[in-house]
T-cell receptor, first 113, second 114 residues
Framework: DAGITQSPRHKVTETGTPVTLRCHQT?????MYWYRQDPGHGLRLIHY???????DKGEVSDGYSVSRSKTEDFLLTLESATSSQTSVYFC????????????FGSGTQLSVL | SQQGEEDPQALSIQEGENATMNCSYK?????LQWYRQNSGRGLVHLIL?????REKHSGRLRVTLDTSKKSSSLLITASRAADTASYFC??????????????FGKGTLLTVNP
């Protein structure tokens, strides 16, 4: 999957606990994205980054925060997990904005009980 | 909010037949992309068509874009069982929006029966 590693691949956690998902890329791409995928909703953008320490919100950012201290790593944190955050989370990267294709990781299946 | 919407939601065909999926969107775009997702995997980019293009080909894939109708179609010719997957269209923000953020539709599930 184009040099993108998501960890963990699966996680089960309890409501109210903090959770951090990691996306690591070896492509040196500038742009990184976190999406969630849910039945009936397709993929929705949570947060994205356009450079080290440069991040911005997507359409479903409530309850999530991100950090990017290095080009290769983009972390997604659920500050206090809720059952509505049970989903499959995908990290994606692109070399530039706009007319560039996205490369996706394999996803993290998160279950919040 | 969903920018692109695929139609149909599901499509089942026999191997060798052609498969056509449609995408409609709401606002102006700079480009439209199609992605494929096999079960349990991440999305894979298939093809990108720019707003000033009307048709594009890549192997067995043919994509058309009609900006006046705000719609696109993806045609897969001579389908194979390995084409079984979900197919998504994705649009950018156009001239008035952000090019950083692609918005995906809900996808068409294509099943190709051997």
């Amino acid at each position: 999957d184009a040099g993108i590693t998501q960890s963990p691949r699966h996680k089960v956690t309890e409501t109210g606990t903090p959770v951090t998902l990691r996306c690591h890329q070896t492509e040196n791409h500038r742009y990184m994205y976190w999406y969630r995928q849910d039945p009936g909703h397709g993929l929705r953008l949570i947060h994205y980054s356009y450079g080290v320490k440069d991040t911005d919100k997507g359409e479903v950012s409530d309850g999530y925060s991100v950090s990017r201290s290095k080009t290769e790593d983009f972390l997604l944190t659920l500050e206090s997990a809720t059952s509505s955050q049970t989903s499959v989370y995908f990290c994606a990267i692109s070399e530039s904005a706009g007319d560039e294709k996205l490369f996706f990781g394999s996803g993290t299946q998160l279950s919040v009980l | 909010s969903q920018q692109g919407e695929e139609d149909p939601q599901a499509l089942s065909i026999q191997e060798g037949e052609n498969a056509t999926m449609n995408c409609s969107y709401k606002t102006s775009i700079n480009n439209l992309q199609w992605y494929r997702q096999n079960s349990g995997r991440g999305l894979v980019h298939l093809i990108l068509i720019r707003s000033n293009e009307r048709e594009k080909h890549s192997g067995r894939l043919r994509v058309t874009l009609d900006t006046s109708k705000k719609s696109s179609s993806l045609l897969i010719t001579a389908s194979r069982a390995a084409d079984t997957a979900s197919y998504f269209c994705a649009t950018d923000g156009g001239s008035g929006g952000s090019n950083y953020k692609l918005t995906f539709g809900k996808g068409t599930l294509l099943t190709v029966n051997p």
